[in-house]
Nanobody, 133 residues
Framework: QVQLVESGGGLVQAGGSLRLSCAFS????????MGWIRQAPGREYEVVAA????????YYPDSAKGRFTISRDDAQNTVSLQMNSLTPEDTAIYYC??????????????????????????WGQGTQVTVSS
């Protein structure tokens, strides 16, 4: 079974930075596109960053663009989210998520990113990020 474990959440002041990490198992990490999804109280899930299985392409919504950076390390089976210039609007539970996206000879999928939360089959337990004023 696929398991995702997030770490790095916590409390940070507005304007500060935080780096989240996610460990993936088993060793089929390279077959998955990855994403970070957050849910703030009373709000819907939002994909704040996504990266293709090869790392060749990434996605950020307007709410995160220019502040968040997603990266992956296939040798370590990890995906990270660097968050800078945090504001209280970023307070949420952040989930690491995986979408199965193996190579397909009939389609070019190496650069595919998933921008909708429902497309991710596997989710971690989440880590709380709280940004104080």
């Amino acid at each position: 079974q696929v398991q995702l474990v997030e770490s790095g959440g916590g409390l940070v002041q507005a304007g500060g930075s935080l780096r989240l990490s996610c460990a993936f198992s088993p060793s089929t990490f390279s077959l998955y596109a990855m994403g970070w999804i957050r849910q703030a109280p009373g709000r819907e899930y939002e994909v704040v960053a996504a990266i293709s299985r090869t790392g060749s392409n990434s996605y950020y919504p307007d709410s995160a663009k220019g502040r968040f950076t997603i990266s992956r390390d296939d040798a370590q089976n990890t995906v990270s989210l660097q968050m800078n210039s945090l504001t209280p609007e970023d307070t949420a539970i952040y989930y690491c998520a995986a979408a199965f996206n193996p190579p397909n000879p009939n389609h070019e999928s190496s650069s595919r990113v998933y921008t909708e939360s429902y497309t991710y089959r596997y989710w971690g337990q989440g880590t709380q990020v709280t940004v104080s004023s």
